[in-house]
Nanobody
Framework: QVQLVESGGGLVQAGGSLRLSCVAS????????MGWYRQAPGKQRELVAK???????TYADAVKGRFTVSRDNAKNTVYLQMTNLKPEDTAVYYC?????????????WGQGTQVTVSS
């Protein structure tokens, strides 16, 4: 099992910045990636950004140039630096990871952290 604990959400004005953190624990010998998804009210959960164990990053078009995903393997932590925030970034942000075990890959999710951007 893998546990993910997010922190760093909050209320910020448009144009501001926030940094989210997610600490992972548990059996993760063959982790494929860690990343961030978000879900706004009435909308489906969507990928924001992810980073592989080798450091390759992927971003949603809506956040390219404003958000940066990074990781500190020594701390088992993934970060999401969010700048120039917009009201449409308001959502619950979830940490996500995929780990491959002998029976195949499994996904794990954090409990989510609220990000609210006021106009």
């Amino acid at each position: 099992q893998v546990q993910l604990v997010e922190s760093g959400g909050g209320l910020v004005q448009a144009g501001g910045s926030l940094r989210l953190s997610c600490v992972a624990s548990g059996r993760r010998y063959h982790e494929n990636y860690m990343g961030w998804y978000r879900q706004a009210p009435g909308k489906q959960r969507e990928l924001v950004a992810k980073i592989t164990s080798g450091g390759t990053t992927t971003y949603a078009d809506a956040v390219k140039g404003r958000f940066t995903v990074s990781r500190d393997n020594a701390k088992n932590t993934v970060y999401l630096q969010m700048t120039n925030l917009k009201p449409e970034d308001t959502a619950v942000y979830y940490c996500n990871t995929e780990v491959t075990y002998s029976l195949g890959p499994r996904e794990f999710w954090g409990q989510g952290t609220q990000v609210t951007v006021s106009s």
